[in-house]
């Protein structure tokens, strides 16, 4: 399958600065790409689908201004956590679809707000 | 919309036991379905696909049969070792979107213990 990293792989951050995670496709041109996040001891929750050279299209209930998605290439999307606060501390994965449908994800950024 | 049913945890086994984990689906035709796994503090690695209706996937000792006639998708392994501990999800194609999303299931964490 294919390789999907993420950078940072966990981050520590004062409430009301921002916070910039990226996911990169490393053997696979990936024109959509999507972000999670994950609760502790829950399953991932679908934030939004990025696409390359157009805007996001965000789920339900996801604020944009405050989840900033920009997927400028093909093989990287970044995840723009902006004027973070502690309940925006979480798991976030990426992923890339696959050619049946599957996702292959990156290995997760661990965000901590302060 | 596609949907799965999976379930629900803890599951603990001794070293070398059966395991089953159930998973049954609701979809419009016969989409691919996915089993995922994810150790603790990492994200998700697709452990095995079916991309049609009576495929078997298979990969590390599991396996999950892809039955039409009880929606079912069950893994499982003959002899689950220690380091099989994880949380396992079921996923398939969300219908909506053009299939491009994934639905998971709610996940079931698998504890092996000596």
């Known amino acids: 399958g294919a390789v999907v990293s993420q950078h940072p792989s966990w981050v520590i951050c004062k409430s009301g600065t921002s916070v910039k995670i990226e996911c990169r496709s490393l053997?696979?041109?990936?024109?959509?790409m999507f972000w999670y996040r994950q609760f502790p001891k829950q399953s991932l929750m679908l934030m939004a689908t990025s696409n390359e050279g157009s805007k996001a299209t965000y789920e339900q209930g996801v604020e944009k201004d405050k989840f900033l998605i920009n997927h400028a290439s093909l093989t990287l999307s970044t995840l723009t956590v902006t004027s973070a606060h502690p309940e925006d501390s979480s798991f976030y994965i990426c992923?890339?679809?696959?050619?049946?449908?599957?996702?292959?994800f990156g290995p997760g950024t661990r965000l901590t707000v302060l | 919309g596609n949907s799965v049913t999976q379930m629900e945890g803890p599951v603990t086994l001794s070293e070398e036991a059966f395991l089953t984990i159930n998973c049954t689906y609701t979809a419009t035709g016969y989409p691919s379905l996915f089993w995922y796994v994810q150790y603790p503090g990492e994200g998700l690695q697709l452990l095995l696909k079916?991309?049609?209706?009576?495929d078997k996937g298979s990969n590390k000792g599991f396996e999950a049969t892809y039955r039409k006639e009880t929606t079912s998708f069950h893994l499982e392994k003959g002899s689950v070792q220690v380091s099989d501990s994880a949380v396992y999800f079921c996923a398939l194609p969300n219908a909506t979107g053009g299939g491009n999303k994934l639905t998971f299931g709610t996940g079931t964490q698998l504890k092996v213990e000596l």
């Open positions: 992923s890339i679809r696959g050619q049946y449908n599957e996702q292959f």
């Open positions: 079916a991309t049609k209706a009576d």
């Open positions: 053997d696979f041109q990936a024109t959509t």
